[in-house]
Nanobody, 115 residues
Framework: QVQLVESGGGLVQPGGSLRLSCTASGNIFGINTMGWYRQAPGKERELVANIISGSTTNYADSVKGRFTISRDNAKNTVYLQMNGLKPEDTAVYYC?????????WGKGTLVTVSS
């Protein structure tokens, strides 16, 4: 089993920044992908960004140029730096890890972008 714990969500004004963190614990050997998804009220969960094998990154078109994903293997932690936040970024953000074909999820952290 893999446990994921997120932190860093909160309320921020439009144009502001937040950094989300997600630390993995448990049976972490073999995790090859870590990333972030989000789910806004009334919408399906969507991929925000992920990092594969510690180097290849993917971003949703809506966040390209504003969000940056990074991974610290020594700390078993993945980060999502979010700049230029918009009201439409408001959602619950979930950390995701893929290990040998299995998906693991954190409980989520709420990001609210509002003035």
């Amino acid at each position: 089993q893999v446990q994921l714990v997120e932190s860093g969500g909160g309320l921020v004004q439009p144009g502001g920044s937040l950094r989300l963190s997600c630390t993995a614990s448990g049976n972490i050997f073999g995790i090859n992908t870590m990333g972030w998804y989000r789910q806004a009220p009334g919408k399906e969960r969507e991929l925000v960004a992920n990092i594969i094998s510690g180097s290849t990154t993917n971003y949703a078109d809506s966040v390209k140029g504003r969000f940056t994903i990074s991974r610290d293997n020594a700390k078993n932690t993945v980060y999502l730096q979010m700049n230029g936040l918009k009201p439409e970024d408001t959602a619950v953000y979930y950390c995701n890890a893929v290990r040998r074909g299995w998906n693991y999820w954190g409980k989520g952290t709420l990001v609210t972008v509002s003035s």
